[in-house]
């Protein structure tokens, strides 16, 4: 019987205390996680039929686009790799043949670039302060 209930002792404290540890390296992960940039490149166009064709040409790979992108002598078709910190809204968002796209406004322009969805998300901006009204002036009697 002894040698029965010290194993499991053994095995109920293990788990007690494995159990807090567990749960704090559960916690950190997904905030580490979070932290890290997404490493894959954001390819714009601003005209949704080039995107869709610089994507077939590449094979639906973002790395092969902006490599091909990288390249001077390659035709771009007016895309080009976007910067994720200068994403300011979303503008329009359309599906093709199974494909979803966003049309994304960028800082500096009025024109959107088209990508492929959900591949960038806008960066909002500070809250604006609401206009502070002046303080009434007080009657004097």
Known sequence: MRSLLLPATVLALAA????PAAAEAQKAAPAKAAAAPDPSPVVGCPSLANLRLLLRQSQ???GLAAARL???KADHLGCGVLSRDK???LADHVA???QAYDCIGL???QVCQWTRAGAVTPVK???AEPPRRPAPDKLRR
């Open 96 to 98: 093709l043949d199974g």
């Open 16 to 19: 007690a205390l494995a159990g």
């Open 70 to 72: 990288a390249d001077e």
């Open 87 to 89: 994403v300011s809204a």
């Open 125 to 127: 901006p500070p809250p």
């Open 107 to 109: 800082q500096g322009t």
């Open 60 to 62: 639906g790979d973002a």
